[in-house]
């Protein structure tokens, strides 16, 4: 008996999931500080230009978090 295999491709994208919230964060490249996080990258921003005044540390790792998902394109 031979069985006949068909294959179906379907397209898909990655999203952002709609029902959570986008965190920005910051934390210092040379030292242990780390901005509040928060929904919006201008207050991290200000905080890191902050503590740049404060330390003279110009080097930070910004975060963005955000949760996605999977979905079929139409």
């Known amino acids: 008996m031979i069985t006949k295999t068909t294959m179906r491709y379907?397209?898909?994208r990655i999203t952002e999931h709609?029902?959570?919230?986008?965190?920005?964060?910051?934390?210092?490249?040379?030292?242990n500080w780390k901005a509040t996080p928060a929904d919006d990258s201008s207050p991290v921003d200000a905080e890191c230009l902050s503590h740049t005044g404060r330390?003279?540390?110009?080097?930070?790792?910004?975060?963005?978090?955000?949760?996605?998902?999977?979905?079929?394109a139409e």
Do not use: N, Q, W, Y
Not at 18 to 31: G, I, M, N, Q, R
Not at 55 to 72: E, K, N, P, Y
């Open 55 to 72: 330390s003279g540390h110009a080097g930070f790792r910004r975060i963005r978090t955000s949760f996605a998902m999977v979905v079929r």
């Open 18 to 31: 709609p029902k959570t919230d986008v965190t920005f964060e910051a934390e210092c490249l040379h030292c």
């Open 10 to 12: 379907v397209m898909h």
